[in-house]
Each structure stands twice: as structure tokens, then as C-alpha cells.
């Protein structure tokens, strides 16, 4: 697994029918039985949740392992019963894409009682005894935050002046937008200018990401310089708020996100978008490895971490035939 983390993305994704082609599940395979996943999902909030759902499914089949898949629609409650439900059906593993935080300490107690290791995927949580679950595999959203920051020093290091931005949050309490929020404000901090004059959360939604922006729009108007969406569907739904407002997306107002999903890359190369920080949704091949060891006992690192890069619109049009969702 460590040397997997030192690979590029693209080496990763390259190696990925590789993976899928091996089965680490030795044990049970060689006994005949079958690996059983239960995976307990957030939602379809995002193009990027839809692309690791997709990941997720398609890396279980490929490993001919039996997924039992739950969509949450964005409730932590589904979540819970659907961990529940997978512990009295005694599955082998439980996937966890916790919607927040906080609120797991005792059903993650019961999946521990019941000797079912639990993987945490996409989302990381908070809880008094962390030996309840067994590895997080995902990103590192702090960076991501600070590279979302980084990028905009870099773009307007030319200019005078205060820079405002308005910030739309993900979903209150999870781990994505407490963290891309800390590892922005850390690196901009340094540098007062750059003010955060407006900061909401529009749940991850392109719906949301337009409705919020509207608001920030009628109550700052020609004031606001910068937009830091913490995914790409919430940038994607301001950018018609902006249009709709008679201004220029990634001209008048710059538009920053987060995942670098396809509809970013689109909106890059129309030119109303100016760069998106990517976040790896293509976490299967790695479950499936993680979740076959975990299963047979094997003890794992607390984070395999997904490698990323940024995309500023630049490079957009060069790099949209690479990518895969
Ligand atoms: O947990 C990852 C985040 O969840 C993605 O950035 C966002 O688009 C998704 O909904």
C-alpha cells in the first residue's frame, strides 16, 4: 500500500485493471466464500459522488466480491440503520462515507462488537475510541484547501488592494468543508488583504451553490472578487448566479473549486471558471484491497491517501480527454 502512495495519479489509474484482475482475498476465495461488502454511502449530492459510487460498484464487481449498497440521501440516520442492517446481516465489511463527523461512536461500537471491520472512505470522522474503525482512504482536504489558496496568491499577485471573497461551504459537519475551509483561511491569513467577506454553506449542490450566491450577490454585489466553492457543483450552480447577475464568471469574479470533475473542466474551457483543486472520487480498486485485507485480519495504515493535482483553465482543454469522471 505505501508504494502505491507514492505513485502519481496516473500510474495509480493506470494500474488500476491490474489491481481489480488480483484478488487479495485469498482466504475466502481459496474456502469458496464469497467477500460481502456492505457499503454505506452519503448520497448523490455531486457529479464526484456519483463517479465514486460508480468506482466503488464497478471495483467490487470487478473483484467478484457481493456488494450490499446504501444510499443515505444526505441522512445520517439512513447511514446509521444501513450499518446496522449490514452487522445483522453479517457482512465481512462495512464501507463508511460519513455524511459528518461527529454522531458514530456507538453504532461504530456495535460494528466492533459484531468483529466487523469498518473502512472509512471519502469522509473522515471524530470519535472517542478510533479503534472502531480500521482506515480512512481518501483525500487530504486540508491541502486541498491550502492549494485552492495558493493558487489565487499566485493568480493575483500582481493586483493591489483588498481581494474579497465569498466562500460556499460543503455540508455543515462533514470533514471536506471544515477542513478545505482551515487549510484556506491558513495559508491566506498570512496575507490581510484577502478577506473572506461572506461565508455559507450550499450543502455540496449545484442547486444550493446557485441559491446561496444569489444572496451573496444582492448583498455584495461588484464587491465580491473571488469565488472559493469547496466542490465544482456548487461553483457551477454560482456561475449562472453570476451570469444571471449580468456579471462575467472568471473575469469580474473569479471562480475557484474543488474535485476537478468533468462539468469544471466544461466550464473551464468556456471560459467561466478559473481553476479546480482535484479530489481522487475514484477510490474502488483501493477499497477492494484495503477491505480484502482488513477482512483477513491484515493490519492496515490509518490513511491511504489519494494522490492529486490542481487544474487551473489553462490546461483545462489539454487535459479534458484524460479524464475519467
Ligand atoms: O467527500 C468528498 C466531497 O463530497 C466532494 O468534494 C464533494 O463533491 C462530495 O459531495
Given at each position: 500500500?505505501?508504494?502505491l502512495?507514492r505513485r502519481t495519479f496516473a500510474a495509480v489509474l493506470a494500474s488500476a485493471s491490474l ?241 476537478a ?17 482535484e479530489?481522487n472520487?475514484l477510490?474502488?480498486p ?20 489519494s494522490i492529486e493535482g490542481?487544474f487551473?483553465?489553462?490546461v483545462?482543454?489539454k487535459e479534458?480527454p484524460n479524464r475519467k469522471y
Open positions: 500500500m505505501k508504494s502512495q489491481m481489480l484482475a488480483w484478488s487479495p482475498f485469498a482466504h475466502a476465495q481459496a474456502a469458496g466464500k464469497k467477500l460481502v461488502i456492505g457499503f454505506a454511502q452519503t448520497g448523490a449530492e455531486s457529479e464526484w459522488r456519483t463517479a465514486n459510487t460508480e468506482s466503488v460498484k464497478a471495483a467490487a464487481s470487478a473483484a467478484g466480491y457481493e456488494l450490499k449498497f446504501s444510499d443515505a440521501q444526505q441522512k445520517q440516520e439512513n447511514q446509521i440503520k444501513a450499518i446496522r442492517s449490514f452487522i445483522a446481516q453479517k457482512v465481512d465489511v462495512i464501507i463508511l462515507a460519513p455524511l459528518v463527523t461527529t454522531g458514530w461512536d456507538t453504532v461504530l461500537r456495535e460494528a466492533k462488537a459484531a468483529k466487523i471491520p469498518v473502512i472509512l472512505e471519502s469522509r473522515s470522522v471524530v470519535v472517542k475510541d478510533p479503534s472502531t474503525w480500521t482506515t480512512f482512504v481518501g483525500s487530504d482536504f486540508v491541502e486541498e484547501g491550502r492549494r485552492a489558496a495558493q493558487w489565487l496568491l499566485g493568480h493575483t499577485k500582481n493586483t493591489t488592494g483588498d481581494v474579497n471573497i465569498v466562500e460556499l461551504q460543503g455540508t455543515v459537519g462533514s470533514d471536506p468543508a471544515i477542513e478545505r475551509k482551515k487549510g484556506f483561511e491558513e495559508v491566506l491569513k498570512a496575507n490581510p488583504r484577502y478577506k473572506i467577506i461572506r461565508s455559507q454553506t450550499a450543502d455540496f449542490t449545484r442547486a444550493k451553490g446557485k441559491e446561496v450566491m444569489e444572496a451573496f450577490l444582492k448583498a455584495e454585489g461588484k464587491k465580491i472578487n473571488v469565488l472559493y466553492a469547496h466542490n465544482d457543483d456548487m461553483a457551477i450552480g454560482a456561475i449562472q448566479a453570476i451570469e444571471e447577475a449580468g456579471l462575467k464568471p472568471a473575469k469580474d469574479v473569479l471562480v475557484i473549486g474543488v474535485d470533475v468533468k462539468g469544471a473542466f466544461e466550464a473551464m474551457i468556456a471560459g467561466k471558471m478559473n481553476v479546480s483543486v479530489c472520487p477510490l474502488g483501493q477499497l477492494m484491497e484495503a477491505a480484502a485485507k482488513a477482512a483477513s485480519g491484515q493490519t492496515l495504515p490509518r490513511w491511504i491517501k490542481v487551473p483553465a489553462e483545462a482543454a479534458f
